[in-house]
């Protein structure tokens, strides 16, 4: 399968208050799994994160935004080239986190390396065979509870959270135990919420198909030709 490389270097990479823009996304799916003997099925959410060489910890797809494209066409560009998924992006952001790059942290500057990121969520759609990054990272499905105990770093722990209050707020999410205590954000490897289901609400109260919820107004459908 050919494709087209990814982007390399910061010629065209956008700043703003000397902080370097970054834009990524939160990839999901639902999975559906047999809830008990009667064969009655769950769906639950799981979110894709990918690796990089000698590193056991995950991240979510994330990148530089260039000039050359809007901010949700970044995001879904990073989510094509590190994870290999096309889908439906949510364009209103889950929200936007001001941190220092990795390779940056132990630097004297305040300025030097830092960045602002803008985090979306993206329904999967489609999963490539093959990807730009694939040599470097792969990519892993995993279900709240390991994203939260996997995840790298801080910002990005907050940015779980708040994909989990966007998605209960749109009755697209419910807990599947109700006995599971609240996310503490504050330590990102420890163990967080147990696995999360579709809402019955949306099964409940008419609530249109699954096909015609992507076309719900704050979501679009940006699909690149790779």
């Given amino acids: 399968m050919s ?9 065209k990479q956008r700043y703003e208050d000397n902080l370097r823009l970054v834009s990524g996304c939160i990839p999901y799916r639902w999975r559906k799994e047999n809830a008990d ?4 099925t769950v769906e639950l959410i799981e979110v894709l994160m990918v690796s990089s060489p000698k590193r056991d910890d995950l991240v979510f797809p994330k990148g530089g935004w260039e000039d050359d494209e809007t901010v949700t066409e970044a995001a879904c560009r990073e989510a094509l080239e590190e994870a290999g998924v096309k889908g439906v992006l949510r364009e209103i952001p889950l929200g936007i ?5 990795k390779s940056s942290q132990d630097l004297c500057s305040s300025i030097e390396g830092g960045c602002r990121g803008y985090m ?8 490539l065979e093959a990807w730009p990054e694939q040599k470097n990272c792969a990519r892993q499905w995993l279900n709240i509870k390991e994203a939260f105990r996997l995840t790298r770093y801080d910002w990005m722990c907050n940015a779980l959270e708040e994909f ?6 749109d009755g697209k999410l419910e807990k599947q135990d109700e006995n599971v205590d609240p996310v503490d954000v504050s330590e990102c490897q420890s163990l967080s919420p147990n696995c999360y289901k579709r809402s019955s609400n949306m099964q409940h109260h008419g609530v249109p198909s699954k ?8 979501e679009i459908a940006i699909h690149f030709g790779y």
Avoid: Y
């Fill in 3 to 11: 494709f087209v490389p990814a982007r390399t270097g910061r010629q």
């Fill in 37 to 40: 003997e009667m064969e009655k």
């Fill in 97 to 101: 986190w001001e941190f220092r790059s």
């Fill in 120 to 127: 979306f969520a993206l329904e999967v759609t489609e999963e």
């Fill in 164 to 169: 989990m209050r966007v998605m209960t707020d």
């Fill in 211 to 218: 096909s015609n919820l992507l076309q719900r107004a704050q």
